[in-house]
């Protein structure tokens, strides 16, 4: 499966993006997917997970309230709505899934396991201005 990562940008504090990650050469209703994100000199993070069904999402405590991770199974595509974006929210953000992994249900343990997947998008970046 091919990811393509999409919508980043530069916004102000206060400010909303809608990510989009599109997937080509395999239908992915039957996976979970993930978002997470890096920011320069950081670890890479989990942001958010939603599974194949939309039934179980796990958020990162610090985008809890802000964020919102949805799917359009039909479309292929999944779906992260950021709004009251905050400087410490910039960071390069990458959607991902795996054939093996994804078929796991509770979205906190898949969004964990972020060096076993293997399916990446290329990542768009997010910068938030203060």
């Known amino acids: 499966v091919q990811l393509q990562a999409s919508g980043g940008g530069l916004v102000q504090a206060g400010g909303s993006l809608r990510l989009s990650c599109s997937a080509s050469g395999r239908t992915l209703r039957m996976n979970a997917m993930g978002w997470f994100r890096q920011a320069p000199g950081k670890e890479r993070e989990a942001v958010s997970c939603i599974s194949s069904s939309a039934d179980n999402l796990y958020y990162a405590d610090s985008v809890k309230g802000r964020f919102t991770i949805s799917r359009d199974n039909a479309a292929n595509t999944v779906y992260l709505q950021m709004n009251s974006l905050k400087p410490e929210d910039t960071a390069t953000y990458y959607c991902?899934?795996?054939?093996?992994?994804?078929?796991?249900?509770?979205?906190?343990?898949?969004?964990?396991?972020?060096?076993?997947?293997?399916?990446w998008g290329q990542g768009t970046l997010v910068t938030v201005s203060s």
């Open positions: 991902a899934t795996d054939p093996v992994f994804g078929i796991e249900s509770v979205m906190e343990r898949f969004c964990a396991r972020s060096n076993d997947l293997d399916a």
